[in-house]
């Protein structure tokens, strides 16, 4: 485990690298006279997955909606692969926490969703929707409606959409919130599986000490509200161990003894 | 989804025989028989009424039955219709237009809100009864007072329901697709009308049943044409069997563009609901 917190604010200041996907620069958000986020400076490897990690209501949703392009910082600004972000674009695509699924659709057309609004043809998109419903392992799915879905099943139609449009960055809020313990860790294995596969960067928020130290290149831990950069930690976990293996290392529990000891203080 | 499942675990417990699968059949079909048996019971207290009697102008089931099958099939009632549905498919479809978009002009900006959405709510509130005889003395006994009629009943409870639901649309879903970029356009017909849909479908119900009361208003009020001129007749001629079969015609018929509206909802808009 490394702990980088003074290095990320040196590499803040220094010019982007190229193994830089979002650079989030001095970000603060205002809800009127609520103070949610205050001077965000943050770095995302291209790549990796980095995790916002913290306490209900600090405002990690809120960073990630920034970020999206969804809802306007206050002040600072985001760059992401150097351009400026001023509202969604086609290198970022959002994973829902309520998985936003168009009831009247079905799993393919939801999954196809993204491409249909680009205006892709319907043979070519369902084509593409067809692969990464096969790959998020809800193939034979294809034509239910997401009521005859599990929560499990409903987030993972969520993230084929996202796979689809072919975004570099994926932004995931809280994907496993309403996922049943057993499934999540399930889903949890299949998402590092697709980090490995598929070569992106993903942002993932959660409010799970665990899930943060079994997924996570970078563990970003926020503090209470007004969100501010607490501490940064790289876990180093050896990932070609099995599962069961890693949830049993001393370094895994470490990570999460220490990143408990970190946030304590912020748990009334 | 579950049935199989279901069936099994009963089929364990109890050995099937033909009883049973009766049953399980009847079982199947429980609401429509409900209803069957609901109908029925009305029909017999009718009867009843009818033979008591409880005045001299009621008639009974059975003699209304036997009128408006005679009146079905001498013509009268084809007659009839061709002349009431007239004003009332042009109203409709005026209203249903009119009043989705300005419900979701409504439903989108706040301006057209605050310009519109009170004319609306003074209207649906106002006893519109009372107004079709004025409208008689600006256009008429024609047409066109009609269709009006048929229109200041129906308009306001279309356009209501449209500008709420498209007010209440899930914004999440609007979140979700302004994030996968999609233009405004695009967000109104793919998002915001299939999610406003049963909402909308709901007020053009409301007012579709509120078009055939003003259709059958304007019949007895401004000119007794077609199915309010068959009960107006029937009545000055105490002919009371074939006035009430010619109620029950407007209930019948307009129960039935209810529900042929509601499977044309289920079927283009909602196909999700068919299978729950
Ligand atoms: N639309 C909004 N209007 C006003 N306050 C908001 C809004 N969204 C979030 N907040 C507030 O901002 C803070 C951060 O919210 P959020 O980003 O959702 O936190 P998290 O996702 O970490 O639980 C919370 O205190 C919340 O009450
Ligand atoms: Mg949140």
């Known amino acids: ?268 | 989804m579950t049935y199989p499942v279901q069936a099994n675990g009963s089929s364990r417990a109890v050995p099937p025989s033909e009883a049973s699968f009766f049953w399980r059949k009847l079982s199947e079909h429980r609401t429509a028989l409900w209803r069957l048996a609901s109908v029925g019971l009305f029909f017999l207290i009718w009867e009843i009424a009818g033979r008591i009697p409880i005045s001299f102008a009621f008639p009974t089931f059975l003699e209304t039955l036997n009128a408006f099958v005679t009146m079905t099939l001498d013509g009268s009632f084809v007659a009839a219709y061709a002349e009431t549905l007239q004003p009332l498919v042009i109203g409709i479809a005026v209203s249903a237009v009119i009043g989705i978009a300005l419900g979701i002009v409504m439903g989108l900006s706040r301006f057209a809100e605050w310009l519109v959405a009170p004319v609306f709510i003074v209207l649906q509130a106002a006893p519109m009864a009372a107004l079709i005889p004025l409208i008689t003395f600006v256009y008429g006994i024609g047409l066109v007072s009609k269709t009006l009629a048929v229109i200041m009943l129906a308009l306001p409870v279309i356009v209501l329901n449209g500008y709420k639901a498209v007010r209440n649309a899930n914004p999440s879903l609007v979140a979700m697709c302004y994030s996968f970029q999609g233009n405004l356009w695009q967000r109104i017909t793919k998002i915001i009308i299939p999610d406003a849909s049963p909402v909308i479908f709901a007020g053009l119900r409301l007012g579709l049943a509120a078009g055939f009361i003003g259709v059958i208003l304007a019949e007895l009020l401004i000119t007794p044409t077609g199915i309010g001129d068959l009960i107006t007749y029937h009545r000055s001629v105490a002919n009371y069997a074939e006035m009430y079969a010619a109620v029950v015609s407007i209930i019948l018929v307009s129960t039935l563009t209810l529900a042929a509206l509601e499977a044309f909802e289920l079927r283009v808009l909602r196909p999700e609901k068919k299978r729950s």
């Not at chain 1, 400076?41 to 990690?53: I, R």
């Not at chain 1, 969604?88 to 249909?116: C, H, K, S, Y």
């Not at chain 1, 193939?139 to 005859?148: D, I």
């Open chain 1, 1 to 268: 485990m490394r702990n980088i917190t003074a290095q990320a604010a040196s590499a803040a200041s220094r010019p982007a690298g190229s193994d830089v996907a979002v650079e989030v620069r001095g970000v603060c958000k205002m809800y009127n006279e609520v103070e949610a986020l205050r001077g965000i400076d943050l770095d995302f490897p291209s790549g990796k997955l980095t995790t916002l990690l913290g306490p209900s209501g600090c405002g990690k949703t809120t960073l990630l909606k920034i970020i999206a392009g969804l809802i306007p910082a206050t002040s600072g600004e985001i760059r992401v692969n150097g351009k400026t972000v001023t509202g969604p674009g086609p290198e970022r695509a959002f994973v829902f926490q309520d998985f936003a699924l168009m009831p009247w659709a079905t799993v393919m057309r939801n999954v196809a969703f993204g491409l249909e609004l680009k205006g892709m043809g319907k043979d070519e998109r369902q084509a593409i929707a067809a692969k990464y419903i096969a790959e998020v392992g809800l193939a034979g799915f294809e034509n239910k409606y997401p009521h005859e879905l599990s929560g499990g099943m409903r987030q993972r139609v969520g993230l084929a959409r996202a796979f689809a449009v072919n975004a570099d960055v994926l932004l995931l809020d809280e994907p496993f919130s309403a996922v049943d313990e057993q499934n999540r860790r399930k889903f949890q294995e299949d998402l590092l599986e697709l980090v490995e596969k598929e070569k992106k960067t993903f942002i993932f928020v959660t409010h799970s000490i665990e899930e943060a130290v079994y997924c996570s290149d970078r563990i970003v831990i926020l503090s209470r509200r007004p969100g501010r950069i607490a501490q940064i930690i790289e876990p180093e976990i050896d990932r070609s161990a099995t599962p069961d293996a890693i949830r049993r290392d001393q370094g895994y529990l470490d990570t999460v003894e220490e990143i408990w000891q970190g946030l304590k203080r912020y748990v009334d």
